[in-house]
């Protein structure tokens, strides 16, 4: 049956509000159906994964209340001013992102600015997935400086590694000065994927078992970030 080709589910992602909602009300339903000798399965999921919450100070305005992070304006004295009235405003406690509190990112406003990398890249790096992720626009800077230095050096180097086999070698073709040392076997580059690569693999196989070792920290990304 179609069921038992699909249940049980490999993996289930969720919010901690989804333990007592949508997973209770799942497997209890699972639970009944297998009594009734409708399914085969126990339990509705082989895995679960509990996600933790993205969070953001809120800004609130004496006389506007909650404000939209773009609502407020830097002032002369290093603080922070109501964009509608110009009165200062009270920087309140970092908590879970709400709508009602308007501590919210607009992730449009990410994508003109930064691109879907930078923004992949932040929520990588800036917590495990289970655990509650801080907001920094500063941390979304440092990651959008790490892809543009990647990028620089991939399209500096583009035109004279893009033929070139595994060994760094094509037909006719001869790296030299700089280049030749970077890319040689056993030069700085080989060295350095040599290094990382055993780390990828264990956050291959990690994911595969529903957890991450954290390969990119933000000490990785941070010192990438400053050069």
Not at 39 to 51: A, H, K, S, V
Not at 75 to 103: F, H, L, P, Q, W
Not at 107 to 134: Q, S
Request: aromatic residues 8%; contains cysteine.
């Amino acid at each position: 049956a179609a069921v038992d080709y699909w249940m049980p589910v490999d993996q289930y992602i969720g919010g901690v509000e989804h333990a007592v909602l949508h997973l209770l009300y799942s497997r209890y339903f699972t639970r009944v159906l297998r009594e009734f000798g409708l399914i085969g399965c126990r339990e509705p999921f082989t895995r679960l994964l509990t996600q933790g919450m993205v969070c953001k100070e809120t800004v609130r305005c004496p006389e506007h209340g909650f404000l939209l992070p773009e609502e407020a304006e830097a002032d002369d004295a290093g603080g922070r001013t109501c964009g509608r009235c110009g009165r200062a405003v009270e920087i309140g406690r970092i908590e879970k992102m709400s709508k009602s509190k308007k501590n919210v990112v607009d992730p449009n406003l990410l994508l003109d600015r930064y691109g879907a990398d930078t923004t992949r890249l932040f929520c990588l790096f800036a917590a495990p997935p289970e655990r509650d992720l801080e907001w920094s626009d500063q941390g979304v800077e440092g990651c959008y400086r790490v892809l543009g230095r990647v990028y620089r050096l991939v399209y500096s180097l583009w035109e004279s590694v893009k033929d070139f086999h595994h060994n760094y070698e094509a037909p006719g073709v001869r790296l030299t000065g700089e280049q030749a040392r970077l890319l040689a076997p056993g030069g700085p580059l080989d060295h350095e994927l040599r290094r990382i690569a055993p780390r990828l693999r264990r956050s291959e196989e990690g994911g595969r078992e529903g957890a991450l070792d954290g390969s990119l920290t933000p000490d990785v990304v941070g010192r990438a970030a400053r050069g």
